[in-house]
C-alpha cells in the first residue's frame, strides 16, 4: 500500500506499475506474483525495486525503466531516443491491414519508424508483405533493427533517411506514419511520459503540421496507382489533415478515431 502511495501523483496505474517493476526485479512474469504471494524478495531485489520506484515517482516513463513496451502483443526495446509505442496507434495498424485485405504480396513504407512498432506490427501479420521502415536516426534505426532481429521478422528492411529522402523510387501499396504533430507550444509538453521522450519524434513546426503536410506533399510520387497514404496526426488536426490530402489530389479521404474517441488517423488514395 505505501508503494501504491507514493505513485499515486505520478502514475495513472501505480498498482500495475508496482507489479511491473517487482516483476520486472524478480526475473519473473506478473502472474508469478499471484502464484507465489508469500515468497520473501531478497534484499538485492528489494533494493532494486526501490531504486527503480524512485525513478518511477520522479515521473520518468516505465517503459524506459523497464527497457521495454508491448506493442501488438510485439515486446519491443525502447530507449530515450524513440517515441513509446502507444496504444491509440494500434488503430492504425489496424486500419492499414483493413486496407491490404484484397491485395497480395504488398509493398509498404513507414515513414519515422521509432521502434519500429508499426512496421513490425503489419510484417508479423502479413507474412507476404515487404516493408521498408525509415527514421532520420541511425542510433533509432538500430534500435528498430534490433527488435526485427529479436522477433524474426525477415520481411521487414531498415534504413536511415529523413523521410522520402533515401527512399527507392518504387511503388508502394501502402505508405504509413506516426510524425511527430504537436505544437512545439502545447502545454501537454511539459506532462507525463512526453516529458521524457526526444522531442524530435513529437514536435513539428507549422502548429504542428509541417511533417505531416511535407509526408502528403511528396507521397505521390512513391504510391502505385490506386495506393493509399494513412497517418496518425493529432485530435484537433484531422479537418487539416483531410484538406490537405483532398488538395493534393487523394481521393476516398477519411478519419477514424482512437479509442479515446479523438480523431487520430486520416487516410486517401492516390489513382
Known sequence: MAMRQRLLGASDSPDLDVALLLCHCLGKPRSYLYTWPEREVETAQAQQFLSLLDRRVAGEPIAHILGERDFWSLPLAVSPLTLIPRPDTECLVERALAMLTSRAKPQILDLGTGTGAIALALASERADALVLASDFSAEVVSLAEQNRMALGLT????VCSNWFAAIPAQGFSLIVSNPPYIDAQDPHLSEGDVRFEPASALVA???????????????????LSGG????????????????????????????????????????????
Request: hydrophobic share 45%; no cysteine.
Open 155 to 158: 520481411n521487414v528492411r531498415l
Open 205 to 223: 513546426a507549422n502548429d504542428g503540421m509541417a511533417d505531416l503536410l511535407s509526408i502528403i506533399r511528396e507521397a505521390p510520387a512513391y504510391l
Open 228 to 271: 493509399e497514404l494513412l497517418l496518425e496526426h493529432g485530435y484537433q488536426q484531422g479537418e487539416l489533415v483531410r484538406q490537405a490530402l483532398i488538395e493534393r489530389g487523394f481521393v476516398d479521404v477519411a478519419s477514424q478515431a482512437d479509442y479515446g474517441g479523438n480523431e487520430r488517423i486520416s487516410w486517401g488514395t492516390w489513382l
